[in-house]
């Protein structure tokens, strides 16, 4: 018999994952990070060979295109909240994956020795891309989500999200071995464009402040086990 604890945490995350995908934003949210973490990662995980196999260059070349996206996403997140207040949390959610896939594209038109300074800037662009799609899509998460639903709604975001980089190191794997490095980072940028696509067509298009959003409501018998849990 399945213990009571593991019953319990299957159907906490069964709640979190209906929760967010019976809301329109929040299911906007997921799928964004979903598409991206696959296909970035797909992206991500051919890039040693890219450098090291392909382009033939050294492993200080490839050090630096990883420093260079560690130094964006640290800029992007001290950048993130005076972005959002100048532009709008919503135009910030929205476009800021699109410099993101453009930082990895530049990974296309690497070549050995200074060609490498376009990789550089690409990543450094993903990476500030990236941390500002995080910072502003976790605070809306926060806003919009009833503190009981926060644990559930973060394990079900994780599980599918981050569920995503185990299944793009796979595809990865078996791209390189059937396409090839540069074909598999070129579909590897082609599936992280649906992450812009979600975020600009889907139903967060015209909002300017995610923040003014109010809160979701929560299934019926959801809300009941919320109750229940917390008079326990």
Request: net charge neutral; with cysteine.
């Given at each position: 018999?399945q213990?009571q604890?593991?019953r ?14 019976s809301t329109?934003?929040l299911r906007?949210?997921l799928?964004n990070?979903a598409l ?6 797909i ?15 050294s ?5 630096l295109?990883?420093?260079a ?7 992007g997140g ?5 972005l959002g207040?100048?532009?709008g949390?919503g135009p910030l ?17 690497l070549?050995?020795g ?10 450094f ?14 605070s ?12 559930r ?10 569920g995503m ?9 078996i ?9 598999g ?6 599936i ?7 975020a ?5 298009r015209?909002v300017?402040?995610?923040?003014d959003l ?5 299934p019926a ?8 849990s917390?008079?326990?």
């Open positions: 018999m213990p604890s593991d319990r945490i299957l159907r906490e995350m069964y709640d979190g994952l209906r929760y967010t995908f329109g934003p906007a949210i799928f990070a991206w973490n696959l296909g970035g990662n992206v991500a995980s051919l890039l040693v060979l890219l450098v090291l196999r392909t382009i033939g260059e492993e200080v070349w490839l050090g295109l990883l420093a996206a560690s130094l964006g996403g640290a800029v001290v950048t993130a909240n005076a207040e100048r532009f949390s959610w929205r476009w800021s994956m699109v410099p993101g896939v453009l930082g990895y594209a530049s990974l296309l038109i070549t050995p200074w060609g490498m300074t376009w990789g550089i800037i690409g990543m662009v993903m990476g500030a891309s990236v941390a500002w799609n995080i910072v502003v899509g976790s809306f998460r926060q806003r919009v989500c009833p503190p009981g639903m926060m644990g709604l973060g394990a079900a975001s994780r599980t599918v999200s981050w980089l185990a299944l793009a190191s796979l595809i990865a794997g791209l390189a071995e059937t396409v090839g490095i540069r074909d980072i070129l579909i590897g940028v082609v992280a464009c649906g992450a812009p696509l979600v600009l067509l889907g139903p967060l015209r300017r402040r995610l923040e109010s809160e979701a409501p929560v018998d959801t809300a009941d086990r919320l109750g229940a917390e008079n326990a």
